[in-house]
């Protein structure tokens, strides 16, 4: 009897135990299914798994991720991407937003500065000349200028061909003499982007200092900044406008250079969604860098009477300074032994 | 006109990448290309399947598309090819591509990427080459196509699993086997490559 019971007893706890495991077993399948594990195996009712039930689709991948990744059996890892729809998103921004976009901005930019011409015409110098000189940017200045005004030249003609060449110039001279073309232009892009750098770190590094944001700019702007004729608008070394300009052009050529950058070492920092925007922004902020430059020539050349030769011989005529620069004049006047040079004798 | 695709019934994949190797073999491609590739998904957990990936001579080709020298073009066979002598190897054809199938011989560092490659349907190249000659076999690997031959990843695919072909008759292929063996995991790329999926 006791022994029995002591069986018996020991049978109820092994089916407790069993029971327990199972329940335990059921309360795991059940915690499995119930988080949301969607591809849950599933049994047949003859006991064989069905692969339907733990499939699992390429839309509800891309469902939750915007592309499809998984495992390689090669060294190259950016293969592991099975499918990115993206690239057909990546693609209408290349084919589309940009074609347009850029076209607006740039045809735009151009049409405002001629009817800025046509309208206001070029800014004299209202005193006339003077015949006295004053320097105004020191060699160094104006090779760091020069320097990045070239390269970026050079860098906006190559880079724009690889959006717009095959538009415009492929027609022209036919796909084998655009393709060396742009081929060279490729290599000129690539390796002229390092003069740039070093050419907007120079200018960064000399000019930010007279920068800053001043009182004066304020009252710059109240008086027109310059382009109202009956209205003098002080300024320092730079006013507000030229300091857009540099500020602007500091942005944007971060912008540009660290997306450039990541696309001149593809893949080594970042993945395909990266490398996309990467050239998005590197797209965009070149296409506004473009329009800033072309207000910016404007202005230094056919805009304004005196003004090139700050950057050509880097000396401006006293004249021009007192009307745009009449603070920074001063200042040289007041802080140097002999700052106006020569007083040239007009010629007859 | 038949309209190429490539189909992979991920369901009876089993990741032997014969595909892989046959084409690297047939094409003669270089250290580092892969034309063709597989790729696991769920790798080890429930819903783990393998898919052959190449280039999917998709439908509007985006890589044709964003291409900044034009040199990728449709065939009237719906296959995408390229000409090397036009490629500037500017890897924007990368970008585009929803598959991964651009390949370069150079890492790319400095825009040194080479001419780009990819799967040609084993259908020659895109560019001058008389079709089925030596130097076009050198550039772009086997013109099978012109043989009236499939590509050979999917020709010689052991469980059947890749397909290659006119899209209308894979289509069907592949319909019926989901219908028989009652699932399918999709036909995948194709809402992607050919803005339509296979409705079983």
């Known amino acids: 009897?006791?022994?029995?019971?002591?069986?018996?007893?020991?049978?109820?706890?092994?089916?407790?135990?069993?029971?327990?495991?199972?329940?335990?077993?059921?309360?795991?399948?059940?915690?499995?299914?119930?988080?949301?594990?969607?591809?849950?195996?599933?049994?047949?009712p003859d006991g064989s798994p069905n692969p339907d039930a733990s499939h699992v689709s390429e839309q509800q991948l891309l469902k939750l991720l915007p592309r499809a990744e998984g495992r390689i059996d090669i060294p190259d890892t950016k293969a592991a991407v099975l499918i990115q729809p993206m690239g057909r998103t990546w693609d209408y921004f290349h084919e589309v937003l940009l074609h347009w976009g850029a076209a607006i901005v740039i045809v735009g930019t151009l049409a405002l500065l001629a009817l800025a011409y046509l309208v206001m015409g070029r800014l004299r110098i209202e005193g006339g000349r003077s015949g006295l000189k004053i320097v105004r940017f020191k060699a160094i200045e104006r090779f760091s200028h020069w320097l990045t005004a070239v390269s970026f030249v050079v860098l906006g003609l190559t880079g724009l061909n690889i959006t717009f060449g095959k538009l415009l110039l492929l027609p022209m001279i036919g796909p084998q003499a655009f393709s060396d073309l742009s081929q060279i232009a490729k290599y000129i892009h690539n390796f002229v982007s390092f003069a740039f750098v070093v050419g907007l770190v120079l200018i960064a590094?000399?000019?930010?200092?007279?920068?800053?944001?001043?009182?004066?700019?304020?009252?710059?702007?109240?008086?027109?900044?310059?382009?109202?004729?009956?209205?003098?608008?002080?300024?320092g070394r730079f006013n507000l406008g030229e300091k857009a300009v540099f500020w602007l052009s500091l942005g944007l050529g971060v912008a540009v250079s660290a997306s450039?950058?990541?696309?001149?070492?593809?893949?080594?920092?970042?993945?395909?969604?990266?490398?996309?925007?990467?050239?998005?922004?590197?797209?965009?902020?070149?296409?506004?860098?473009?329009?800033?430059?072309?207000?910016?020539?404007?202005?230094?050349?056919?805009?304004?009477?005196?003004?090139?030769?700050?950057?050509?011989?880097?000396?401006?005529?006293?004249?021009?300074?007192?009307?745009?620069?009449?603070?920074?004049?001063?200042?040289?006047?007041?802080?140097?032994?002999h700052p106006i040079r020569g007083a040239a004798t007009p010629a007859e | 006109m038949a309209r190429m695709k490539f189909l992979c019934d991920a369901d009876r994949c089993i990741d032997c990448n014969a595909c892989a190797t046959a084409c690297k073999n047939e094409n003669e491609v270089p250290w580092g290309i892969n034309r063709r590739r597989v790729v696991t998904i769920n790798d080890g957990r429930p819903g783990e399947r393998s898919v052959s990936m190449a280039?999917?001579?998709?439908?509007?080709?985006?890589?044709?598309?964003?291409?900044?020298?034009?040199?990728?073009?449709?065939?009237?066979?719906?296959?995408?090819?390229?000409?090397?002598?036009?490629?500037?190897?500017?890897?924007?054809?990368?970008?585009?591509?929803?598959?991964?199938?651009?390949?370069?011989?150079?890492?790319?560092?400095?825009?040194?990427?080479?001419?780009?490659?990819?799967?040609?349907?084993?259908?020659?190249?895109?560019?001058?080459?008389?079709?089925?000659?030596?130097?076009?076999?050198?550039?772009?690997?086997?013109?099978?196509?012109?043989?009236?031959?499939?590509?050979?990843?999917?020709?010689?695919?052991?469980?059947?699993?890749?397909?290659?072909?006119?899209g209308d008759i894979i289509a069907q292929i592949y319909k019926e086997r989901v219908l028989k063996r009652g699932y399918g995991s999709g036909a995948w790329g194709w809402m992607t490559a050919y803005h339509e999926g296979i409705e079983v």
């Open chain 1, 1 to 44: 009897m006791m022994h029995s019971g002591r069986f018996s007893m020991t049978r109820v706890a092994n089916s407790l135990a069993v029971s327990l495991r199972g329940a335990l077993f059921i309360l795991a399948v059940m915690l499995v299914t119930m988080s949301g594990f969607a591809f849950a195996q599933k049994l047949n």
């Open chain 1, 205 to 235: 590094v000399i000019f930010i200092k007279d920068n800053f944001p001043a009182k004066v700019d304020i009252e710059w702007v109240k008086k027109g900044g310059g382009f109202i004729k009956s209205k003098h608008a002080p300024a």
């Open chain 1, 260 to 337: 450039g950058y990541l696309l001149l070492f593809p893949f080594s920092v970042t993945d395909i969604f990266g490398m996309q925007i990467a050239q998005v922004v590197h797209a965009v902020a070149a296409v506004l860098f473009v329009a800033l430059i072309m207000a910016h020539i404007y202005i230094g050349t056919l805009g304004m009477e005196g003004a090139f030769e700050a950057m050509g011989s880097g000396e401006v005529d006293v004249n021009w300074a007192k009307e745009h620069h009449d603070q920074w004049l001063a200042q040289k006047l007041a802080n140097e032994p």
């Open chain 2, 55 to 166: 280039c999917m001579h998709c439908t509007d080709a985006p890589c044709a598309s964003v291409c900044p020298v034009e040199c990728i073009y449709p065939t009237e066979d719906g296959i995408v090819l390229h000409s090397k002598d036009v490629c500037i190897g500017c890897g924007y054809c990368f970008y585009a591509c929803p598959f991964g199938a651009p390949q370069y011989p150079k890492v790319g560092n400095f825009g040194s990427r080479g001419k780009m490659d990819k799967c040609t349907y084993c259908a020659g190249g895109g560019g001058t080459e008389v079709s089925g000659s030596a130097e076009e076999y050198e550039k772009y690997g086997s013109n099978r196509f012109g043989e009236g031959k499939l590509p050979l990843c999917a020709e010689m695919c052991s469980t059947k699993s890749l397909l290659a072909g006119d």
